[in-house]
């Protein structure tokens, strides 16, 4: 699907809803969530954040030509296929059908690439020491949230812009092929405390709408917020579901860590080109500072009776922090689940469960919902 249809689905999509003035069920159950706290699946990842903001670019390495795609923090999902795409395109020239591609790393980033050059009947093998759901990728969410890619550099926000438009692209085509889980999906803000702009972080570009309610139209709820269509990116879905693809086509899996880039290099003959989608692993694999962990858990209720009115129907994101909520039935080994978020812990490379994290959103979602209705 093209992007200006793609954004003209949503308007209409968005225009039906509102025109219909649907009202949304109530957010899950609060006595599930009050009486089954300490019984939930808490899920813990870690971003890999980058200063100054993703790599992509190429090095060549003992005569080797390596490209890196790694850096995304907390929106690599929502980039990887723009991402994967300019990869590609910065070593066009010397990809041919003699080409040996390997990739390094199995996250959404390494896997993206590595399907988009299969398509291309490249010959391809991945490289990786963990793969899904073991790694951040089998962790995120993935709520569309390209937000904080921009620069004040002209050509830098370009390239920039031509990511962001190319994932939309890819995902817009996704939409009606529900293997994929991807799937257009509203977004409640219920606070004042959010800027408008700060909404826009999470949505398909600035001109997507943004509805300003009085009293948000969920049933129960009684305060103000806004509303928006994004997309979002069912990685319970996705991801397995792009690993189905690149085994259909027989590529390559091989489980491993490579302790050094320049060692491994040179073990490659001439032609091979190397796609160095490592994620965090990349601040030792490639020595490179500038990256680092950032923490992030999810709380997750399983085989929970989802309404079928609820059913993938909005994403609720409230408080400063900001903490977030959805459903995902989408899975049909899933009854379906509740899930919370929003712990976001720069520099924080633990993985351990820390229980403090989850009580924390439970309790803020609580106190939230208690708010919203009373109010
Ligand atoms: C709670 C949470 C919520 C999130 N929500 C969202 C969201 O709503 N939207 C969004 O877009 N993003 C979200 N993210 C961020 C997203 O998960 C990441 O940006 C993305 O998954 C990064 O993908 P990646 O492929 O770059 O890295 P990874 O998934 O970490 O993959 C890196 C791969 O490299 C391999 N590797 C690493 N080192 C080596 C080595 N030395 N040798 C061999 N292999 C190696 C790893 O085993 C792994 O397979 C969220 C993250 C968390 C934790």
Redesign the pocket.
């Known amino acids: 699907m093209h992007i200006t249809v793609l954004i003209t689905t949503i308007l209409a999509f968005t225009a039906q809803l509102h025109a219909a003035e649907k009202l949304y069920p109530s957010p899950p159950n609060q006595s599930v969530v009050q009486n089954e706290i300490g019984k939930y699946r808490h899920i813990v990842?870690s971003?890999?954040g980058r200063e100054g903001g993703f790599r992509i670019e190429v090095e060549i390495i003992n005569s080797k030509t390596v490209v890196h795609n790694?850096g995304?923090?907390?929106?690599?999902?929502?980039l990887?296929p723009g991402s994967a795409i300019e990869s590609i395109r910065l070593v066009e020239e010397k990809l041919n059908d003699k080409s040996k591609a390997i990739v390094?790393?199995?996250?959404?980033?390494?896997l993206s690439i590595a399907y988009m050059l299969a398509k291309r009947n490249i010959d391809v093998e991945i490289?990786?020491?963990?793969?899904y759901p073991n790694?951040?990728?089998g962790?995120?969410?993935?709520?569309w949230?390209p937000y904080d890619i921009s620069s004040s550099d002209e050509k830098t926000s370009q390239r920039l812009y031509q990511i962001q438009t190319d994932s939309l692209d890819w995902f817009g085509g996704l939409v009606n092929e529900s293997s994929w889980g991807v799937r257009p999906v509203e977004l409640f803000v219920p606070t004042e405390r959010l800027l408008v702009s700060e909404v826009h972080f999470f949505l398909p570009f600035e001109q997507t709408p943004i509805k300003w309610h009085k009293t948000l139209p969920i049933e129960g709820f009684s305060i103000g917020g806004y509303q928006a269509s994004t997309l979002f990116i069912d990685t319970s879905m996705y991801m397995p579901k792009l690993m189905d693809e690149l085994k259909k086509m027989h590529i390559k899996v091989t489980q491993?860590?490579?302790?050094s880039l320049p060692d491994f290099v040179k073990t490659l003959d001439d032609d091979s080109i190397v796609f160095n989608?490592?994620?965090?692993?990349a601040k030792?694999?490639t020595a490179d500072d500038a990256v680092y962990p950032i923490r992030?858990?999810?709380c997750i209720f399983d085989d929970q009776k989802i309404s079928p009115k609820l059913k993938n129907d909005y994403i609720l994101m409230w408080g400063e922090r900001p903490d977030y909520m959805f459903t995902r039935v989408s899975n049909e080994q899933q009854q379906g689940q509740f899930i919370f978020?929003g712990?976001y812990e720069a520099g924080d490379d633990s993985r351990d469960i820390k229980s403090h994290y989850c009580e924390r959103t439970l309790k803020s979602y609580l106190d939230f919902v208690k708010s919203a209705s009373t109010e």
């Open positions: 990842g971003r890999p790694y995304h923090g907390g929106y690599g999902v929502t990887s390094i790393g199995a996250g959404v980033n390494g490289i990786t020491k963990d793969t790694i951040v990728s962790v995120a969410a993935a709520l949230n491993r860590e490579l302790k989608a490592s994620g965090l692993g030792w694999l992030g858990d999810l978020g712990v």
